[in-house]
């Protein structure tokens, strides 16, 4: 390593890359970088990482992650303790000074605006996560479940390998570790690597504690494809040894699963309204009279163009676009020019009465709600139609209406019509079956992270295959509540709601195992007997009614 001074700031320099310094300014990187063949990566307050290809420093690339200083505090704070770029150098020579794979460290500078880290691309290497993503989620063959428990053990015993070694990471999620392929992109031979080091600590010794917290945050970051016996087969491969005085496997997995699940509620909850701040996600900007929240990397004058076509369509009555109107809402359909966005909704909130003017100053508008729990519901892993923007009009800082501009939901059909559509041959029962399983699923989950749908009909569900599995995508989240207390009779209205919007093709069998399959989801089989008692008699004293192609159908029971 050396040390050396560039325009008045000190860079520390892996042997044989002495010409780094030279190429970038800490202080003014962006302009050394133009004419350069570069990708922003990634771009929050606090960082940016810029990847540059096979160049004159490195035939494999190089990654730059470019912080940005804090005020007086922070500056006075990093007296006493290592800077994050500083932290990344030291943590990634240590790592592979103990033989832990990790990008190789080539530069670092802390100039008085900026540091500044270089490090050689990881090449033939993706995130973790997404790898698993791709591959392991859903109903998947023998031989991809293969793959995946000889993954889930190599996994870890590299975490195993790195507590053993003294190094306890804060942030350790499957999307800070990459696997590189050593050939083709297959779990046939590869490598794990450990990255974004900031929030490594080195110790003598990793607690247990230390070691349960990151476990449970894998378990976490893969708790998508990891079923209860994988879990368990982590801890064993990990090896219980290292985890305390508790021997029985089992009970261990289990307590890294409750501590995953409150790590899990934690971070859903410190994201649940990223949509109303400035982000690396969402920004949000002042035109006029409006207000405008949206999602980065959509221009603002085409969502604004798309509110004066909207307003133009209610105005001529064009029945082209129109798809609903009343005296709270309007929505039309749009072709939208953009690479992965073909065709928009727009949805209009009015404002009908006087009093709605002032519960918008307390409690926001319908439009900003429906904007929270479109985005949080996203960030819960339940789908809904990406949330692209939100606009408010406002008088006198009041806001007199708003629009909720969203992707339009593409190869699916509401879930009464699907069921219409698809089972009116009875003989399709494996296929029934499986919706059935998919849906109580994903039910439970919305119900186990405390969310709360107050208007939870087939109509307002869309149906996609998956395969050989489904994928539901929720309308309608105007009404949406979260971190509520889901009691029995939250469970017990929802599940009403879904029975008396479900067609009669559904038999009484079919409606009992789907009520089975929830509760089996949700843990609560000791209250089947109260649940079913009070479905079926709510139930009763109303009709049946859903939505065909043909209209409004009312069947009775």
């Not at 003294?166 to 999307?175: N, Q, R």
């Not at 003017?357 to 319908?366: C, D, E, M």
């Not at 009520?515 to 209250?527: H, M, V």
Request: contains cysteine; proline residues 2%; charged residues 30%.
């Amino acid at each position: 390593m050396k040390k050396t001074t560039k325009n008045g700031t000190e860079w520390t320099v892996r042997d044989g890359y002495e010409n780094i310094p030279d190429m970038f300014n800490p202080d003014d990187l962006l302009s050394d970088l133009n004419g350069q063949n570069h990708t922003l990566v990634k771009e929050n307050r606090v960082r940016s990482v810029i990847s540059m290809p096979g160049s004159d420093i490195s035939k494999n690339g190089i990654y730059i992650k470019y912080f940005k200083r804090g005020g007086c505090c922070e500056y006075i704070k990093h007296l006493f303790v290592p800077t994050k770029a500083r932290t990344e150098w030291e943590v990634g020579n240590a790592l592979l000074t103990k033989d832990v794979n990790t990008a190789l460290p080539l530069a670092i500078s802390e100039g008085k605006r900026r540091l500044l880290i270089v490090t050689e691309t990881v090449t033939n290497s993706e995130e973790l996560m997404e790898f698993c993503h791709s591959n392991y989620e859903g109903s998947v063959s023998a031989e991809k479940e293969s793959e995946k428990r000889i993954l889930l053990d190599k996994l870890a015993l590299f975490i195993r390998d790195i507590h053993g070694k003294g190094f306890c990471h804060y942030d350790l999620h499957a999307g800070n570790i990459l696997i590189r392929f050593k050939d083709k992109q297959n779990v046939a031979g590869y490598d794990l690597y450990l990255m974004d080091l900031h929030r490594v600590k080195i110790f003598q010794s990793i607690s247990v504690r230390q070691r349960l917290f990151n476990l449970a945050q894998i378990f976490n970051s893969l708790s998508s494809i990891m079923t209860n016996a994988d879990k368990l087969d982590f801890v064993r491969s990990y090896g219980s040894n290292a985890l305390g005085n508790i021997t029985d496997e089992k009970e261990l997995a289990k307590q890294i699963d409750e501590q995953s699940a409150v790590i899990r509620n934690i971070h859903y909850r410190s994201r649940l309204k990223r949509c109303l701040k400035e982000s690396s996600v969402f920004s949000r900007k002042k035109i006029a009279n409006m207000k405008m929240f949206f999602r980065k990397g959509y221009d603002t004058d085409n969502l604004r163009e798309l509110i004066e076509k909207h307003n133009i369509a209610l105005v001529n009555n064009d029945s082209a676009v129109i798809m609903k109107r009343d005296s709270k809402t309007a929505l039309t359909r749009r072709t939208f020019n953009n690479k992965t966005v073909q065709n928009v909704v727009v949805k209009q909130y009015r404002v009908s009465c006087p009093g709605c003017l002032v519960k918008n100053i307390f409690r926001g508008s319908a439009g900003r709600k429906a904007w929270v729990a479109g985005n949080g519901l996203r960030v819960y892993g339940l789908n809904t139609p990406l949330p692209l923007a939100l606009i408010e009009k406002k008088i006198a800082g009041i806001t007199t209406g708003s629009y909720l501009i969203m992707e339009e939901v593409k190869d699916s059909l509401e879930m009464d019509r699907y069921i219409l559509k698809n089972f009116s041959n009875r003989n399709d029962l494996k296929k029934k079956s499986e919706l059935i399983r998919a849906f109580a699923k994903i039910l439970g989950e919305m119900h186990s992270h405390n969310i709360f749908h107050h208007d939870l009909k087939t109509c307002n569900i869309m149906v996609k295959e998956k395969g050989k599995s489904f994928g539901f995508t929720f309308l309608d989240f105007d009404n949406v509540s979260f971190n509520e207390n889901i009691a029995v009779s939250k469970r017990v209205k929802n599940l009403i709601q879904i029975n008396l919007s479900t067609p009669r093709l559904f038999t009484l069998a079919d409606r009992l195992r789907f009520l089975k399959e929830y509760l089996d989801q949700c843990g609560i089989t000791n209250e089947e007997k109260n649940i079913l008692r009070d479905v079926i008699n709510l139930s009763k004293a109303e009709k049946i009614l859903y939505v065909s192609s043909q209209g409004d159908v009312t069947e009775d029971w």
